[in-house]
């Protein structure tokens, strides 16, 4: 897989071994048939987002400005905002939970308001500054590489078991933070609502934005 | 999903002239895209109208509210003017969906949401919204969440908006602007009950957008809000639902406004309670006995005959919340 998206996309750095192709091998060979659970939809995406674009005016030219790097790329009109993440870009920390709309996996940042991305259509995103959970840690000078306060503060609080809803929960909650519905636990609750955890780690969830949303960082 | 062709027009006029063609509008597109997915919808061109200027939330010399088709529902919720003058609107918009989905969905669209029946959303059950004459699957099938009221037999399935429930209570009118024109009428006028055509779901004509909602101007003060009643505390559609306006001097209620929602095939005016109202004094008797005339005309389903009482219910707490007990 990793293989497929070096050769489309020169614009995308891919390592040597990703966790994906890690991933897709070793699934193949049965090893970690058991990691991904079959009912989430991760490794599924619409055949629309593979390269080929249909003809016939079905694919649009599209420039993206996604985590401050620009990218010119050419969809099929059914692409989501996801699958151009996931499998034009590389960019696999957002995760495809429902793709649709119903469980806040592939939150991410549009123009610094919070959406889903499976319900976006890439075309849609022309011009747009996209923000995934790739882009939130320092990038420039002595800090590089530095979490967010948000992401420090899951680590802290110990608030994700499997972690597949995580960077959704993340890129909501600093969302929450910057939107100013912190103002207390219950407010934190139904403001993070749209974002569901399986494994039910709403306390500590609710714990991190908490203690993110006082340190005032953002 | 089905490939389609796409255009985002820079203006109304053309965004008018690719939707005569056929095109098919697309706003937010929370509802359009998810249904494009299971194939529940096919079209063959999105036009993408979120770059007309119908954004607007705008106060008028009646003082009337304007709200602009495309403002988005976490914008028009957190208006300053909606929250101060009309908070069941603020209210339902936020007891609907999530965050994000707020941010993406726009006031027109969201009118415009097709049901959430399972049986219309699966492509292999029987639905007379879906596909004309082919039946519906939810009369002898699983029908909890279903309607009670506005029913026929065609299709038992309800309008999922929030917001409509409030705006009808409130005598919103609908503005539109198509290739014949413009023309206007009220939100309960435009959503169309089933009868025997359920796919007709709104007064739409082809190539016609809804431009802006207005709140017509309402007598003062006045007190409102909104109540939802659901299977689990957020983000979750509405089991029932009680919109309440009452305009209330020297101890009497001069004008009552009450809509349910969760148990209609449309946002429904609950016409009766209104009546017990108007003209009375407030008190938990009152509250009481105009709730007990909630599910007038109502006919429950095989798994949906809670929502009745949890209807009335849902009325006399929203009356008492609103209209306080002296």
Known sequence: ?218 | MHPFAYTKPADTRSALVAGARGGRYIAGGTTLVDLMRETVERPGTLVDISGLPLRDVRTGERRELRIGALARMSDVAAHPRVRSAYPVVSQALELSASAQLRNMATIGGNIMQRTRCTYFRDVSAACNKRQRGSGCAALEGYNRSHAILGTSDACVATHPSDLAVALAALDTVVHLLGPDGERSLTLTEFLLRPGSTPDREHDLRPGELITALEIPPHPQPLRSGYLKVRDRQSYEFALTSAAVVLHITGGVIRDARVAAGGVGTVPWRLTAVERRLVGARPSDRLWAQAAAEASHGARPLRHNGFKTELLERTVERQLRTVGGTP
């Open chain 1, 1 to 218: 897989m990793s293989a497929e998206i070096s050769n489309d996309d020169p614009d995308v750095e891919v390592p040597e071994v990703s966790r994906r192709g890690f991933l897709s091998t070793t699934a193949a060979g049965g090893v970690a048939a058991g990691v991904l659970p079959s009912s989430l939809a991760a490794g599924r995406a619409d055949a629309s987002a593979g390269r080929a674009a249909p003809s016939g005016g079905q694919s649009s030219a599209l420039s993206v400005t996604v985590n401050g790097r620009r990218h010119q790329v050419t969809v099929d009109n059914r692409t989501s905002l996801l699958d151009l993440l996931r499998e034009r870009l590389a960019l696999t920390g957002t995760k495809k939970g429902c793709d649709q709309g119903a469980c806040g996996a592939c939150t991410v940042l549009v123009d610094d308001r919070r959406v889903n991305a499976c319900l976006t259509l890439a075309v849609r995103c022309e011009g747009a500054e996209v923000t995934t959970i790739e882009g939130l840690a320092a990038q420039d000078g002595e800090r590089d590489g530095e979490l967010h306060a948000l992401q420090r503060a899951f680590i802290e609080q110990d608030a994700f078991q499997c972690g597949y809803c995580t960077p959704g929960q993340i890129m909501s909650g600093v969302a929450c933070i910057r939107e100013g519905h912190t103002g207390s636990r219950e407010e934190i609750r139904e403001w993070m609502s749209g974002n569901i955890c399986r494994c039910g780690c709403y306390v500590k969830i609710v714990n991190a934005v908490e203690q993110a949303a006082r340190g005032g960082r953002d």
